[in-house]
């Protein structure tokens, strides 16, 4: 059974470019959560998909964006790069936001982003 | 907004010892989750314990365990018989319950070294 598994596993971009990153969901999941992770510092969320819509965001620019497709995998489309936006992008996925039971993340091994 | 406050930004432990890493949250929610994940150097993060809100009994899986302090919101992590795989990163986080799950705000980080 394969996990969540994310590609690719380095890029690097020049500043104003545009990068998308991929994620297949561990088998069974249908949700994706994206995750920033800057150096030295803790994971911040991006935001969700469920049935391939944006059902949650965090405090992200809408050069931020997403898509799920009918597979459940999903990519994150960073448009307009800047030097800030260099981190290890995570993704996450679980089963079926919405229902009222613990529902466990889990996480894939990255994608190491760096913007020069 | 929920934050998460981890203290120790390193730690040390001499293999086959206990040591306990700190972390402080604050909500305003009654139905929350909270969670220890490790990053080895490998980058993906792994899930080591969660606790539910609403139990007042501490969380244990094999050597970890939790201390869950809701009215002080403090939910530090105790690692026994400390092993040199033990070494990585240790992240606490915090996620709403019911239909709010996958949003987990972490905090910063213990970098947790075991020494032979």
């Known amino acids: 059974d394969a996990g969540v598994t994310q590609s690719p596993t380095h890029l690097i971009k020049t500043r104003g470019q545009q990068v998308t990153l991929r994620c297949s969901p561990k088998?069974?999941?249908?949700?994706v959560s994206w995750y920033q992770q800057a150096l030295g510092q803790g994971p911040q969320f991006i935001f969700q998909?469920?049935?391939?819509?944006?059902?949650q965001r965090g405090n992200f620019p809408d050069r931020f964006s997403g898509h799920q497709f009918p597979n459940y995998s999903s990519e994150l489309n960073v448009n307009a790069l800047l030097l800030g936006d260099s981190a290890l992008y995570l993704c996450?996925?679980?089963?079926?936001?919405?229902?009222?039971?613990?529902?466990?993340?889990?996480f894939g091994p990255g994608t190491r982003l760096t913007v020069l | 907004a929920q934050t998460v406050t981890q203290s120790q930004p390193e730690m040390s432990v001499q293999e086959a010892e206990t040591v306990t890493l700190s972390c402080t949250y604050d909500?305003?929610?009654?139905?929350?989750?909270l969670f220890w994940y490790k990053q080895p150097p490998s980058r993906q993060m792994i899930l080591v314990i969660r606790?539910?809100?609403?139990?007042?009994q501490n969380a244990t899986e094999n050597r970890f365990s939790v201390n869950f302090q809701k009215a002080a919101k403090s939910f530090s992590l105790k690692i026994s018989d400390s092993q040199l795989g033990d070494a990585a990163m240790y992240f606490c986080?915090?996620?709403?319950?019911?239909?709010?799950?996958?949003?987990?705000?972490f905090g910063k980080g213990t970098k947790l070294s075991v020494k032979p």
């Open positions: 996450a996925s679980s089963l079926g936001i919405g229902r009222r039971v613990y529902n466990e993340q889990f």
């Open positions: 088998s069974g999941h249908d949700t």
């Open positions: 998909y469920y049935e391939e819509e944006e059902r």
């Open positions: 909500t305003s929610e009654s139905d929350y989750y």
């Open positions: 606790q539910e809100a609403y139990k007042q």
């Open positions: 986080a915090y996620s709403p319950g019911g239909g709010s799950q996958g949003n987990l705000i």
